[in-house]
């Protein structure tokens, strides 16, 4: 029917009827006669003899299960691999909080259903561009309520957006919205630009690259915000807000999209609960915060269809229906309008795949998250499936699931190699910190052939059959196949050769590599099996080569994963990315930009990075596809060519629902496919 069983799985299949075998026979055969030649007193004779027919084996027949409908009101979604690291949703720069949050908040625009494309208006009714494209003014709609009572206006829009560029922080969303604004990544470049221009600093000098943050002065800090509010001015009473950009930006509007920069607060309300009051002399009180540290880290007020509960950490979110969402028109033809159809929202993060399933087979729980590799113990179940376009068929009739499958997720996963370790302080992760088999040394990445080394000894194709089910491709770089930049035609320069891994071993560090060995740690996010399995495979490989190498891999919670890879503490992760905007500026920028969310933590040697910072710059400085093409290509080889790190896999998606959830489609550009827009979503018994 739909099944499509890995290697991985036919073994357990195997085994499985082994051990029925030994404990259960079908029905015999008819007995077979068959002739014999025997010899009796050294006379041959012919005899017919009844051959003693083998068992067929059983087939053992498929479970019953047929789930009860429960909490008709509510939509509970059972997540595996994360959760929220804060409700703040200019702080937020992952998808389980982001998914969450852009149910509570909304922007100016969203996207039209399906398409990443197209837009639809929220807290705007209409837009215009000036011919350049880099002046954008929306109408602000009006008649809109937030949930603490207060009414939105422009200020609030233009509030939002300054707070959101002048809070920044380190490794946070705001490198691509700063761009936008002001050609810089961090709003900490933009202050030590001002402050040189008023002391007379040139900024090819060497006086200008030692500059720091704490240098600059406050005058340079309020003009620096005073830059701010100008590239978002609002007027009131025209009821506008008018965007300055500073040049034109093609993924502007999809930028917009997102909570980290279109999420709207009530600028009234903020202050009243001790946030930025939006004055000049105060907004670096509030730059670059710990997320505990922001008064939205566990509450919020926003306009969208569902209101924040609580969120308990390492417990659950729960959100409830806004019974006065503003909304009296469908969002798009045959879309939702008025208050929410789901009354009720629990998202719970377990870990564990034998809970999540149970939960589901009993009606506990109405959307799961499914490793790859777990797919094959639902697809018996499979009432009904849906593909891309949309099509559905009919699968097992006596199934209960209805499935989206192989959608095409614009995310790729590789593992992130740290070549500069920041071990101050200690560092579990690195063992003794030397290479004195017990450990790693800070720059042990930092080594060409152990990076090379690494690529050869991981086994690409057993990570897609046993990790992807089959249902994935190899990475060739940082660009992801079918955008511009993929190396069409062309191989992954990487494939599993520990004839070649062991090579590079022993000219890594001059041969101490391969004679002393090493340990370390790698990690990946608790719940993530996918991404267990992958560095499973990973140590196999690496230790197969050398019985003196040891790597530990380690499940950690995803905020702490988070934590400890901004703080460069991670010699080697495996991680994804999801991209915010379908260019591959945004492939291209996070992993290998200094100033990247990945890229800072690679942490790449000084004159790679500078290479690589160059030609990123500069593919983006272009607005065309015949002039930007040929440089991301160029881009994609070489980040193969240096094994930045391990380019593991692109994947398809799939999700899984009880019959009774209804209107779900698949947009590519959401966060968390089953519940980044529940308002579209119904709950309805069978």
């Known amino acids: 029917m739909f099944k499509k069983i890995s290697w991985a ?5 195997v085994i499985a009827s082994m051990l029925l075998a030994a404990c259960t026979t079908s029905p015999p055969a008819p007995a077979e006669q068959v002739e014999v030649t025997r010899v009796v007193a050294g006379t041959p004779e012919t005899v017919v003899v009844t051959a003693t027919p083998e068992p067929e084996e059983a087939e053992e027949p498929l479970e019953a299960i047929a789930p009860e409908f429960k909490n008709p009101d509510t939509y509970v979604i059972i997540a595996g691999a994360g ?7 200019h702080w937020t720069y992952e998808t389980a909080g982001g998914a969450v949050q852009g149910n509570i908040y909304e922007g100016l625009i969203w996207f039209n259903r399906e398409r990443t494309d197209e837009f639809v208006p929220m807290l705007a009714t209409s837009w215009e561009a000036n011919e350049a494209g880099d002046v954008w003014t929306f109408n602000v709609r009006e008649g809109v309520t937030f949930h603490e009572g207060g009414t939105l206006e422009p200020h609030d829009v233009a509030y939002s957006v300054h707070r959101a560029l002048l809070q920044d922080r380190i490794d946070g969303p705001h490198w691509m919205t700063l761009e936008a604004f002001f050609g810089l990544y961090a709003i900490e470049s933009l202050a030590i630009q001002n402050y040189a221009e008023a002391q007379g600093i040139d900024p090819e000098s060497d006086a200008y690259g030692e500059l720091l943050f704490d240098d600059v002065d406050d005058a ?24 300055n950009l500073n040049t034109a930006t093609p993924w502007f509007l999809a930028m917009l999209t997102n909570t980290f920069l279109g999420a709207t607060l009530d600028m009234e309300w903020m202050v009243e609960n001790g946030g930025w009051d939006g004055s000049c002399d105060t907004w670096v009180d509030y730059y670059n915060p710990v997320a505990q540290d922001t008064i939205l880290f566990d509450q919020a007020n926003g306009t969208g269809p569902y209101m924040l509960d609580h969120w308990t950490p390492g417990e659950d979110t729960v959100l409830v229906a806004n019974e006065n969402y503003w909304r009296t028109e469908p969002i798009w033809e045959g879309g939702p309008s008025g208050p929410p159809s789901i009354k009720r929202v629990l998202i719970q993060n377990i870990n564990e795949w034998g809970t999540r399933r149970a939960m589901f087979e009993a009606g506990d729980a109405d959307t799961i998250y499914v490793p790859s590799q777990y797919r094959p113990q639902l697809e018996p179940y499979y009432k009904t499936v849906c593909y891309p376009d949309e099509s559905c068929e009919e699968g097992n009739p006596e199934g209960y699931i209805l499935a989206y499958r192989d959608m095409p997720v614009p995310a790729m996963t590789p593992a992130q190699f740290n070549w500069q370790i920041d071990v101050e302080g200690g560092n579990p992760y690195v063992g003794s910190g030397e290479l004195d088999g017990n450990g790693i040394p800070p720059d042990f990445f930092g080594d060409i052939h152990v990076r090379n080394a690494f690529n050869y000894c991981f086994d690409f194709d057993a990570m897609i059959e046993a990790a992807l089910n089959g249902e994935g491709m190899q990475a060739q770089g940082p660009i992801i196949a079918g955008m511009m930049g993929y190396r069409e035609g062309e191989d992954p320069l990487f494939s599993y050769d520990p004839v070649k891994c062991e090579e590079e071993f022993k000219l890594a560090f001059d041969g101490q590599v391969w004679e002393s ?6 990690a990946y996010n608790t719940g993530n099996d996918t991404r267990r399995l992958t560095s499973e495979i ?3 490989g690496i230790e197969a080569v050398n019985p003196n190498f040891n790597i530990s891999v380690v499940g950690m919670p995803w905020p702490v994963l988070l934590n400890s890879r901004r703080a460069r503490k991670l010699p080697i992760y495996v991680g994804g990315w999801l991209e915010d905007f379908h260019d591959p500026h945004n492939w291209v920028h996070p992993f290998l930009h200094t100033q990247g969310g990945y890229g800072r933590v690679i942490n790449m040697h000084e004159d790679m990075a500078a290479e690589f910072d160059a030609m990123i710059e500069e593919a983006a400085s272009y607005t065309t596809v015949e002039e930007r093409r040929p440089i991301y290509e160029a881009i994609q ?15 398809l ?5 009880q019959e009774s959830i209804k209107g779900f489609y698949f947009n590519p550009a959401y966060q ?3 519940y980044s827009y529940i308002y579209a979503l119904s709950k309805e018994a069978p």
Not at 221 to 240: H, I
């Open 9 to 13: 799985a036919i073994c357990g299949l």
């Open 83 to 89: 959760e929220p690291e804060t409700m703040d949703p």
């Open 220 to 243: 340079a800090l309020v003009t620096t915000c005073e830059m701010v509010k100008e590239a978002l001015v609002a007027d009131d009473e025209a009821g506008t807000v008018t965007f």
């Open 517 to 522: 060995g090493f340990y370390m740690q790698l």
């Open 538 to 540: 990973l140590k196999a």
């Open 637 to 651: 080889l070489k980040a193969q060519e240096e094994a930045v790190v391990i380019w593991m896999y692109q994947p």
């Open 653 to 657: 998606g799939r999700y899984h629902f």
């Open 672 to 674: 968390q496919k089953t």
